[in-house]
């Protein structure tokens, strides 16, 4: 049943409908829908499921808009209309199913709350703070600091831009994304501030490429332990340890220096010196060790060292296993060995044999040059290096088996494409292997070379490759050198 009406119908979308006073409220509400004719406006009771009004209120907005012109005479229209609604199944369906009990906001913690950020302003619900009860706004007694009685608001003296994506993250009950107008180091110093979370901020660090390590560093329980543990361990904690930090670095270095000097010519041989036996009444000359020696007195000195501060150290580190899981101190261990190896073969043939700086023996004494990695404990370059070339592990492997796999191809192709040539210098497939090496990594000696067009070509093929080989994780490897110089430095992340 339809309703003729001459009052003025406003067409204009919700949204965009002038400032309406009280008496023209109900003329937009929900339960009446209205529809347009060329003359007259026409309009249906249509009670809406969506709105769950009582029948007071759905007769007291039907009455005040078909009573524009004042006209009682529709009243009984009303009462017409109204019954036949509630002889509707709408009606009896809207009673029994779709009117809500009565909505508490205490319980239902939808109070709105004003956050203040340096001025600018963020309205939320108490109960989307209360999600994240460990947090800093999520804590009742931790934001209650931040209260601002006189304004009714919470004021907090930080960064605003952050403050977007700290709020997003409580909205969608953490889901944390950075906006890209923040600097990284200000980001997660914002989210220590709001007590975010551990887990979350080195979640989020990864997400960035930032490498997150967190070392558990276990100290002894004695007193002296752990003072003579902070001397060997940490040389920035005191005077002392300072010391024997630059002790160590004088010992290294002149260690070092001896191992280079004694291969000069002016102090070869002078290791040993000539002592005259009489065997059976006859004179001789045999070469002894000279222990006076002042290259001998000066690696000796070191070794008193490194051997003191090694044993020293074993003691009171307070976890034995991880001592010895510690490459630093295996590199100790390597830097060592040959010198007492050397002394015991001199003590126990009690010759001074030129033998025994060649063969096998020879490599134990270049051993000795590794204690300059020792550096690492007191150098944060070398410190990040190490930890570059530790996370790049899976790049660098990777690289190694491209250069592998196309140093087979290639020296197979060239030895054969060589074969057929009469100046060809390749002698066999693992003699080319030198050459395919140093052609991929661009070195080029030049000692071996093809002669023939074919193998030229195959050459410029494999240079080619190399470069890509070397160039694909190179990008990988330096990301990472970046990540842990912005970590030690501070110049881009936070500390860890």
């Known amino acids: 049943m339809h309703f003729i009406s001459n009052a003025p119908v406003d067409n204009r979308p919700y949204g965009h409908q002038p400032y309406l006073k009280n008496e023209d409220f109900h003329n937009y509400s929900p339960n009446i829908s209205r529809r347009n004719s060329t003359v007259s406006g026409t309009f249906h009771l249509n009670h809406n499921h969506n709105h769950h009004h009582s029948e007071d209120i759905f007769i007291n907005e039907f009455r005040v808009l078909t009573n524009n012109s004042a006209d009682e005479a529709r009243e009984p229209f009303i009462c017409e209309q109204l019954t036949d609604w509630k002889k509707s199944s709408d009606y009896t369906h809207t009673q029994k199913d779709e009117f809500p009990v009565d909505h508490n906001c205490v319980t ?50 930080r960064h605003r831009p952050t403050f977007q994506a700290i ?107 000539n002592q005259t036996v009489v065997v059976n009444g006859t004179a001789s000359v045999i070469r002894v060790p000279n222990y006076t020696e002042p290259l001998f007195i000066t690696e000796s000195c070191c070794m008193v060292w490194f051997v003191f501060e090694m044993i020293i150290r074993f003691a009171v580190c307070p976890s034995k296993k991880a001592f010895l899981k510690n490459i630093i101190n295996w590199i100790d261990v390597i830097a060592i060995v040959p010198y007492f190896i050397f002394l015991a073969i001199t003590l126990v043939t009690g010759s001074c ?121 190179v990008p990988v490897i330096v990301a990472n050198f970046n990540n842990y110089y912005r970590q030690y430095t501070g110049r881009g992340y936070g500390s860890v």
């Open 108 to 157: 239902e913690q939808c109070k709105r709350i004003i956050i203040n950020i340096s001025g600018l302003r963020f309205e939320t619900q108490l109960r989307t703070l209360n999600r994240l009860p460990n947090t800093l706004l999520g804590d009742p007694e931790k934001r209650e600091k931040y209260w601002d009685p006189r304004m009714r608001e919470f004021f907090f003296d």
């Open 167 to 273: 709020l997003y993250y409580y909205q969608s009950g953490g889901r944390l994304k950075r906006p890209l107008e923040v600097p990284i180091d200000i980001f997660i110093n914002e989210l220590h501030f709001y007590e975010i979370g551990n887990n979350t901020i080195d979640e989020f660090r990864r997400t960035e490429g930032c490498i997150v390590e967190h070392e558990v560093v276990l100290k002894p329980s004695n007193r002296i332990q752990l003072k003579l543990f902070e001397v060997m361990e940490y040389p920035e904690s005191s005077v002392c340890a300072k010391i024997v930090a630059v002790l160590s670095i004088i010992f290294i270095l002149v260690s070092v220096t001896t191992f280079c000097v004694e291969t000069l010519p002016h102090f070869t041989g002078k290791d040993c010196k």
């Open 353 to 473: 044999s030129t033998s025994n700086k060649t063969g096998g023996l020879s490599v134990l004494r270049v051993l000795r040059v590794v204690r300059i990695l020792k550096l690492s404990k007191h150098s944060e370059g070398l410190k990040i290096l190490g930890k570059t070339l530790r996370t790049s592990i899976r790049e660098l492997t990777m690289f190694l088996m491209f250069l592998g796999i196309a140093t087979v191809i290639f020296s197979g192709a060239v030895f054969y494409a060589e074969t057929a040539q009469e100046t060809g210098q390749f002698s066999s497939i693992p003699d080319t292997f030198w050459w395919a090496i140093v052609s991929m990594t661009t070195v080029g000696y030049g000692d071996y070379v093809p002669t023939g067009a074919i193998g030229k070509c195959l050459g410029g093929m494999c240079v080619l490759s190399g470069v890509l080989a070397i160039a694909l994780p």
